[in-house]
């Protein structure tokens, strides 16, 4: 079923995405605010307008994006997530605590440059950051479960390269502009 609702989620998406690559085909380097769900949902839809490939880092940037609002800025930790899914509380359980301190003033900013050897995309909460190194890689054990699949998704699929700084509260998405082969 989550794979379902994102799958989705990616094709309505998707179908924005046009609208918006040319503008930021335009686009150096730009820093972006965002504090909700319909915010990050928006951005995705533009920064992903800044990489070659849109369709190819969209899934990527949503999750990376969703994960700085839910268990970063409000949070709500792998077990608590897998809990509120498992009720339908999710997007209610958000909705509360967006409008609660401390989580109320908190935002997440993304970051998007583009330089020779690739694009980059910066995402950055104000939360109090985790170990990533138990999600980055893909694991069997986590397929048929809620949650816990984003990162890998978005490290095999998305991106090159992706890297958290030591905190955990950081993550950079890489894509390399030289030529895949095409065979």
Same mark, same amino acid.
């Given at each position: 079923?989550?794979?379902?609702?994102?799958?989705?989620?990616?094709?309505?998406?998707?179908?924005?995405?046009?609208?918006?690559?040319?503008?930021?085909?335009?686009?150096?380097?730009?820093?972006?605010?965002?504090?909700?769900?319909?915010?990050?949902?928006?951005? &995705?839809?533009?920064?992903? #307008?800044?990489? +070659?490939?849109?369709?190819?880092? @969209?899934?990527?940037?949503?999750? *990376?994006?969703? %994960?700085?609002?839910?268990?970063?800025?409000?949070?709500?930790?792998?077990?608590?997530?897998?809990?509120?899914?498992?009720?339908?509380?999710?997007?209610?359980?958000?909705?509360?605590?967006?409008?609660?301190?401390?989580?109320?003033?908190?935002?997440?900013?993304?970051?998007?440059?583009?330089?020779?050897?690739?694009?980059?995309?910066?995402? &950055?909460?104000?939360?109090? #950051?985790?170990? +990533?190194?138990?999600?980055?890689? @893909?694991?069997?054990?986590?397929? *048929?479960?809620? %949650?816990?699949?984003?990162?890998?998704?978005?490290?095999?699929?998305?991106?090159?390269?992706?890297?958290?700084?030591?905190?955990?509260?950081?993550?950079?998405?890489?894509?390399?502009?030289?030529?895949?082969?095409?065979?």
């Amino acid at each position: 079923a989550a794979a379902l609702r994102r799958v989705e989620t990616n094709r309505k998406l998707l179908r924005q995405i046009d609208a918006c690559r040319v503008g930021m085909s335009c686009v150096q380097s730009a820093k972006f605010k965002f504090r909700t769900p319909e915010e990050a949902q928006m951005l &995705t839809i533009l920064l992903s #307008g800044s990489f +070659p490939n849109p369709e190819r880092v @969209l899934p990527g940037i949503s999750e *990376l994006m969703t %994960n700085a609002i839910e268990h970063g800025n409000l949070e709500i930790g792998h077990a608590r997530k897998s809990e509120l899914l498992d009720k339908n509380a999710l997007n209610q359980e958000i909705e509360n605590r967006l409008d609660t301190e401390p989580y109320r003033s908190r935002v997440a900013e993304a970051l998007v440059t583009k330089k020779a050897e690739g694009t980059y995309v910066v995402i &950055t909460d104000a939360g109090l #950051g985790f170990d +990533p190194r138990t999600f980055i890689n @893909l694991d069997p054990a986590r397929a *048929l479960k809620h %949650n816990g699949r984003g990162i890998a998704q978005a490290k095999t699929i998305s991106f090159d390269r992706i890297t958290y700084n030591q905190k955990g509260n950081q993550v950079m998405g890489f894509v390399s502009s030289e030529l895949e082969l095409d065979w």
